[in-house]
């Protein structure tokens, strides 16, 4: 199989603070991964893409001082979403690919910014 | 940029009966996967389409991919509850990057 973790799954923090999320793909090297957000009842909007030692790649309109993903191993990648505001409350989504086209999803991370 | 449209956005049906979604591309594509959402969890991969007119089959699930590979469809045969979630179409174009059609959200009345 192929299995992605997220952590944390659920996340509450107070407007201006920093959270991060960690996506680990725990039984395959993960040569790209991809991170989504979902709002209620809406499809998965693409945020950005990270390949292993290189920079992230990042969508139209996504911030990339806001959103800092860094990744680090073929295993790892984390968002960091920096001075957070409520309306970057969302479902947090990575995914990892091990070939050219399927990708493997994580559970998500609910994020709340009160 | 490239944009991936489905239809319907949601879709009640009793068990039994059929259902049809469907995805259409602004631009040719290399693949087109389709994933299942259940309420609270993330999307799980079902099925890839790389091939002009590809037709594959799991079950009750048939899933077709248009000869020039810019449209798609996925039915359900003699839906069952266990089939209720929002099933997204996504495409994949020449930079891998995959975009997600709006979903189709089936509920099933038993």
């Known amino acids: 199989g192929a299995v992605v973790s997220q952590h944390p799954s659920w996340v509450i923090c107070k407007s201006g603070t920093s959270v991060k999320i960690e996506c680990r793909s725990l039984?395959?090297?993960?040569?790209?991964m991809f991170w989504y957000r979902q709002f209620p009842k809406q499809s998965l909007m693409l945020m950005a893409t990270?390949?292993?030692?290189?920079?992230?790649?990042?969508e139209q309109g996504v911030e990339k001082d806001k959103f800092l993903i860094n990744h680090a191993s073929l295993t790892l990648s984390t968002l960091t979403v920096t001075s957070a505001h409520p309306e970057d409350s969302s479902f947090y989504i990575c995914?990892?690919?091990?070939?050219?086209?399927?990708?493997?999803f994580g559970p998500g991370t609910r994020l709340t910014v009160t | 940029g490239q944009q991936v449209m489905q239809i319907p956005q949601y879709q009640h049906v009793q068990e039994g009966e059929d259902f049809t979604t469907y995805c259409n591309s602004s631009?040719?594509?290399?693949?087109i996967q389709w994933y299942k959402q259940r309420p609270g969890g993330h999307p799980v991969f079902l099925i890839q389409?790389?091939?002009?007119?590809e037709v594959k089959k799991q079950k009750r699930l048939t899933f077709q991919f248009g000869e020039a590979k810019k449209n798609s469809s996925l039915h359900i045969t003699a839906t069952q509850t266990t089939d209720v979630g929002t099933y997204f179409c996504?495409?994949?174009?020449?930079?891998?990057?995959?975009?997600f059609g709006q979903g189709t959200t089936l509920q099933v009345k038993p």
């Open positions: 995914s990892g690919t091990k070939g050219p086209y399927e990708q493997y």
């Open positions: 990270s390949n292993e030692g290189s920079k992230a790649t990042y």
């Open positions: 996504a495409g994949s174009g020449n930079t891998g990057k995959l975009i």
């Open positions: 039984d395959f090297q993960a040569t790209t």
């Open positions: 631009t040719t594509l290399s693949n």
């Open positions: 389409l790389v091939k002009s007119g």
